[in-house]
């Protein structure tokens, strides 16, 4: 069982920054991968991007503006930077135990966290 929590989400005005954090348990297994997705309303969930245990990373949304990164084997970061009304969302944390490559397929994600709210507003 993996436990993910995901904080640093807020009300931020267009063009700012934010710095989302993903917290995990241990994971024991030698592959895996850890992935932002995010939900807004009314529209279906979609990848972000994709960090795998060996650091190779992914993007899917936010392509020049998102950057994932690990600060250590516990921590996942989601740095968020010129950000646009339309980054407005849920933004989940989510991880796969085995694979080796990233992939955005949500319904192959094992474990997710509670969300944490995005608000992009002036």
């Known amino acids: 069982q993996v436990q993910l929590v995901e904080s640093g989400g807020g009300l931020v005005h267009p063009g700012g920054s934010l710095r989302l954090s993903c917290a995990t348990s241990q994971i024991t297994r030698d592959y895996y991968i850890i992935a932002w997705f995010r939900q807004a309303p009314g529209k279906e969930r979609e990848g972000v991007s994709c960090i795998t245990s060996n650091h190779r990373t992914a993007t899917y949304a936010g392509a020049g503006r998102f950057t994932i990164s690990r600060a250590n084997a516990n921590t996942v970061y989601l740095q968020m930077n010129s950000l646009e009304p339309e980054d407005t969302a849920v933004y989940y944390c989510?991880?796969?135990?085995?694979?080796?490559?990233?992939?955005?397929?949500?319904?192959?994600?094992?474990?997710w966290g509670q969300g944490t709210q995005v608000t992009v507003s002036s």
């Open positions: 989510a991880a796969a135990i085995g694979p080796r490559f990233c992939h955005n397929l949500d319904r192959a994600y094992d474990y």
